[in-house]
């Protein structure tokens, strides 16, 4: 297992979308693009998504949309849910799985303290030379 | 607004897969874009039920030869 892979490509922009859809129908909430923030996003993620990119770079693609926040409301779990299917796909013992994706989990809603960080940086340079 | 979504993508395992990963940490996420206005992202910890349940799912999930 390598920390390097398109681990995104199976979320194109489409799936992004309507995963918000989703999560707003879900609580009654008003599933809309924002005016400042979706184009953007958008942009970026149709870039950035199908790339090779380290598990950690993943992670911060996520985060950074999350934060550009393209849709009015639920744009938390809409990354965050992409990156723990991430995590589940990686198939690591149960325990471990847990921890790495509170970490992930963490880091792409914005609370991470800097510890978080470095530990998922420490899984990520693991998963080189495993597999 | 009623969401508009592909009725294949309804039935495609993966997206049904990611739905149900992102209702179930719904509540632990505020509604609003408090990070990207604030800069400071919000989560709500998970609760003890919570964990419990994520374990149990993981036990309870078959073994996969690779």
């Known amino acids: 297992m390598s920390r390097r892979d398109r ?41 950035m998504h199908a790339q090779p990119m380290n598990l950690d770079e993943a992670v911060d693609l996520c985060r950074r949309c999350h934060r550009m926040a393209p849709f009015c409301f639920y744009n938390g779990n809409t990354f965050a849910s992409i990156i723990a299917l991430v995590v589940k796909r ?14 992930a989990g963490h880091i792409v809603a914005g609370v991470s303290t800097g510890e978080e960080e470095t530990a998922f940086q420490e899984f990520c340079e693991s998963l080189d030379g495993h597999g | 607004m009623e969401p508009e979504i592909d009725p294949k993508l309804l039935e ?8 149900a990963e992102g209702l179930a940490m719904q509540d632990r996420f505020a509604a609003e874009p408090v990070y990207g206005k604030t800069g400071k992202g919000f989560l709500k910890s998970a609760g003890v039920d919570e ?10 999930k078959p073994t996969k030869g690779r």
């Open chain 1, 7 to 47: 681990w995104l490509v199976p979320f194109p922009w489409e799936i992004v979308t309507a995963q918000n859809a989703v999560l707003c129908h879900a609580k009654n909430a008003l599933h809309k693009p924002t005016s400042d923030g979706h184009d953007a996003t958008r942009q970026l993620w149709k870039e």
């Open chain 1, 90 to 103: 990686l198939e690591l013992p149960p325990a471990q799985s847990a921890v790495v994706r509170s970490l």
């Open chain 2, 12 to 19: 495609d395992p993966l997206f049904q897969e990611l739905m």
């Open chain 2, 51 to 60: 964990l419990r349940e994520v374990k149990e799912r993981e036990k309870a």
